[in-house]
């Protein structure tokens, strides 16, 4: 650009624009193996033959194609982008719109999951206490919670930039983004590059996510009325994975005798 200003990138709300690419730019995630890592901790942990599932932050619903297999699922977003294009991918769902800490549902359920570090964007440690005390109002007693947080303050690494490129060779996709601290959380900004009807197209998204440690998310737990755990994922993050129940006897199912308590002599 000649003789005048060169403007600078617009700052959009986050994932206002990036919805539309989200799926091909998370194109390397197994959510099928991630997905069966739930399953597996649900039938560990949950309630017996837990029917019902409440994915918060599900974005475009990833998670929920193959959970959907197994359960009854709805999915909670609280931007209505990702939800447009989750409702298009998996038309006989249920979807709706809500924000983590104050969405306010008529039923209970059996599982409620927040994953991919969705957790991250609550503001502040009474925020974090506040959202899990929804998660445990929304539970049936006996009901498990499974978290996948963001970073911890130690393994977050300000100042480092990284790079990822994704679509194909018609449509290609780029996005690099700058990382800092400010006021204990991680600040980073996403620059897309995109391609789009013979264009470049470039905006920039801004994610400010809370740094807690381990011990500081056990209490946000706790605090909320949940019984956690801390364990490993398996999931290519890696970030470690946070289980939790609603204490209280699960209804039995149907079919299934309560177990017998035995006589003393």
């Not at 709300?13 to 959510?31: E, L």
């Not at 709805?74 to 939800?83: F, H, I, K, P, V």
């Not at 609603?246 to 149907?254: E, N, Q």
């Amino acid at each position: 650009m000649t003789g005048g200003k060169r403007r600078n990138p617009t700052t959009v709300r986050t994932y206002r624009r990036s919805a539309q690419v989200y799926d091909r730019v998370y194109a390397w995630k197994n959510y099928r193996v991630e997905a069966l890592r739930i399953r597996e901790l649900i039938h560990r942990f949950g309630p017996p033959r837990a029917r019902t599932l409440l994915d918060v932050a599900c974005g475009t619903g990833s998670h929920l194609e193959y959970l959907s297999r197994w359960y009854d699922t709805t999915g909670l977003d609280a931007s209505s982008e990702m939800l447009r294009v989750a409702r298009k991918k998996l038309p006989g769902l249920r979807f709706e719109r809500g924000s983590m800490q104050r969405f306010r549902l008529a039923e209970r359920f059996d599982v409620i999951t927040c994953l991919f570090s969705a957790i991250g964007h609550v503001r502040s440690r009474r925020d974090l206490v506040r959202t899990l005390q929804n998660f445990a109002r929304h539970l049936n007693p006996g009901g498990l919670v499974i978290v996948e947080p963001w970073l911890t303050p130690d393994r977050y690494r300000a100042g480092s930039v990284h790079l990822a490129t994704s679509g194909t060779p018609e449509q290609p996709i780029a996005r690099m983004n700058s990382s800092w601290r400010r006021n204990g959380r991680s600040v980073m900004d996403m620059h897309y590059l995109v391609a789009q009807h013979g264009k470049v197209v470039h905006w920039v998204e801004r994610h400010n996510l809370a740094l807690f440690d381990v011990p500081t998310q056990l209490r946000a737990f706790r605090a909320a009325g949940l019984i956690p755990r801390h364990i490993p994922s398996r999931f290519t993050t890696k970030r470690g994975l946070y289980v939790a129940t609603l204490p209280g006897a699960p209804a039995i199912p149907r079919g299934r005798r309560a177990p017998q308590r035995r006589r003393q002599r």
